[in-house]
């Protein structure tokens, strides 16, 4: 049978190493100005070592010629084989040694009609294995130390969700999250029924240039894609889904690993099988996130084109110290809301005695923003907090003290009662252009000081 997946593959190996063959360059450098919107702190220290020490070389050795997906539970390594007109079965490693150990290895796929193996992964009781057929794509489930079909956990949403390609596999127990190559993203659902949970959809592989997304792994903060093409992984926050590229794994095509599928780590290793080498690559993993928390947004004030925000220190900072602050906005309206559309204010705040506020000026009267803050710890960056909003005044707020006596009393209630339903700017303590309940509502609050 023809396999679509393979074709693709070797085309973009073609692809590859036509700029060295011909001497010209298939890729731009993202934008027209090679610019990126958003600023980039370096958030970690080059990353990542090759560790060639713990690499598997043995599987060329055992016929093990087109390496997928892989997948350990720290003593073997489980690596599904997806040879064009070959295996359909899952090979089996000392992670150790990288030797051999064919009493583990899964011979049942053929039989469950599971021709075309992709992405593995498993709780350590069951082992699901995607597979990418012409048609029918779905997601195969298999007792782990039996390696008996248990067709109850399968997963048979991805035809109809669209998901024609899939690739690396990953959950967290909860969520089963499907690379596919063709729609370059990741789609989601739920373990328990296989039904779809497009929330938690990574969308953002395409502009980030991840076009050939193939495995995939979680720390469950961080989402890795390794991409067949670029000889790269990328990294993104598991949520919402956005890029984070201070922990992208760079090195593959420095050590060779020009056509990475299958990645597995046990948080320290990165393991990255090469189904043209035949073996699977170790690297250091980049380390883990300084801010284990956002801060929290306590208050935003309107101002004149203007706002003012206030917020609380991260709860967990991996026991570092917070050396600054940084803040982003965008109109809550703006029709994409990418990263590199964000306005980004840095050192919003630095070490010291001050307080946690912090004013953005020159901004639109009268438009809503959507407003974020993070900690910065050394040279790393923490994750941005959840989004506020806050509609900046048209004109400046007025005061409840009309008639400046220093109080706000039923003197100025009185006088308060004879605008109403007017336009005058003196009673018009929000700066929507009229005096209404909104104002009588903040007039009310002031009253008695």
Not at 108 to 121: K, V
Not at 218 to 239: E, K, P
Request: glycine fraction near 12%; proline fraction near 5%; aromatic fraction near 12%.
């Amino acid at each position: 049978m023809m396999h679509i997946v393979w074709q693709r593959r070797h085309i973009a190996w073609i692809l590859v190493f036509m700029p060295a063959i011909f001497g010209y360059s298939l890729t731009g450098n993202g934008g027209e100005d090679g610019s990126v919107g958003e600023s980039q702190k370096m958030t970690l220290a080059a990353c990542c070592d090759r560790d060639p020490g713990k690499d598997i070389n043995t599987l060329g050795a055992a016929g093990n010629d087109e390496p997928e997906g892989i997948w350990s539970d720290g003593t073997t390594m489980w690596v599904a084989d997806d040879q064009f007109g070959g295996d359909e079965k899952i090979y089996a490693y000392a992670m150790a040694s990288g030797d051999r150990d064919p009493g583990k290895d899964f011979d049942t796929l053929d039989d469950a009609g599971n021709g075309e193996p992709e992405g593995i992964w498993s709780d350590g009781t069951t082992m699901w294995v995607a597979d990418d057929p012409w048609f029918g794509e779905k997601i195969f489930a298999y007792t782990l130390a039996t390696r008996a079909r248990d067709p109850d956990k399968d997963i048979n949403t991805l035809e109809a969700a669209a998901n024609d390609n899939p690739e690396g596999i990953w959950s967290d127990g909860s969520t089963m999250w499907v690379a596919d190559m063709s729609d370059e993203k990741i789609y989601a659902y739920t373990m328990a029924t296989g039904a779809r949970d497009s929330g938690k959809d990574i969308n953002t592989l395409d502009e980030a240039g991840n076009d050939d997304p193939t495995g995939i792994w979680s720390d469950g903060t961080t989402m890795w894609v390794a991409d067949g093409s670029d000889a790269r992984i990328y990294a993104y926050s598991l949520t919402p889904g956005v890029r984070d590229p201070g922990k992208d794994i760079d090195t593959l095509d420095d050590a060779g690993n020009d056509s990475p599928t299958g990645i597995w780590s046990d948080g320290t290793t990165m393991w990255v099988a090469d189904d043209f080498d035949h073996k699977i690559y170790a690297y250091d993993m980049p380390p883990p996130s300084t801010a284990t928390t956002a801060p929290t947004i306590h208050s935003l004030t309107a101002g004149r084109g203007s706002f003012t925000i206030t917020w609380a220190a991260p709860s967990s900072t991996g026991g570092s110290v917070v050396t600054a602050y940084d803040l982003r906005y965008i109109a809550s309206n703006a029709p994409d809301k990418a990263d590199a559309n964000w306005t980004v204010v840095d050192d919003i705040w630095t070490t010291g005695s001050g307080a946690l506020s912090y004013g953005v000026t020159g901004l639109t009267g009268g438009r809503r923003y959507d407003v974020q803050v993070r900690a910065v710890i050394g040279s790393g960056e923490g994750p941005w907090s959840v989004a506020h909003a806050v509609t900046t005044m048209v004109r400046a707020p007025a005061t409840t003290d009309f008639n400046g006596d220093g109080r706000t009393d039923f003197i100025d209630f009185f006088l308060f009662a004879d605008a109403f339903g007017s336009t005058d700017p003196r009673f018009d303590l929000d700066g929507n252009g009229r005096v209404d309940f909104a104002d009588f509502f903040r007039f009310v609050d002031a009253f008695g000081t």
